[in-house]
């Protein structure tokens, strides 16, 4: 079992920046591939971004790439999302995942994402 807490959201200008972080509570999180995805309101969830276990390996959607960067701290338990250049279609709220065998299993609660024009 792992179990995903993200923090970090909030409300911010286009043209803005914030970091969300995904806290990973057990001591084998170094072992998961870790994902990044969003909800907006009245839509699917839509993948963001994914990075490897060592952090060798990264991939992210188009309507993000370039502006958005995953990383993950291994030692500390802890990915992140670093959005920059944010619109306000980027607006949703995001999940940080684990994936298990090709399928994204754990999932975090969310953190909601607003940005205004």
């Known amino acids: 079992q792992l179990q995903l807490a993200e923090s970090g959201g909030g409300l911010v200008q286009a043209g803005g920046s914030l970091r969300l972080s995904c806290a990973a509570s057990?001591?084998?999180?170094?072992?998961?591939?870790m994902g990044w995805f969003r909800q907006a309101p009245g839509k699917e969830r839509e993948f963001v971004a994914a990075?490897?276990?060592?952090?060798?390996?990264?991939d992210y959607a188009a309507s993000v790439k370039g502006r958005f960067t995953i990383s993950r701290d291994n030692a500390k338990n802890t990915a992140y999302l670093q959005m920059n250049n944010l619109k306000p279609e980027d607006t949703a709220v995001y999940y940080c995942?684990?994936?298990?065998?090709?399928?994204?299993?754990?999932w975090g609660q969310g953190a909601q994402v607003t940005v205004s024009s």
């Open positions: 057990g001591r084998t999180f170094r072992t998961y591939y």
């Open positions: 990075i490897s276990q060592s952090g060798g390996s990264t």
């Open positions: 995942t684990a994936r298990v065998n090709d399928v994204y299993t754990y």
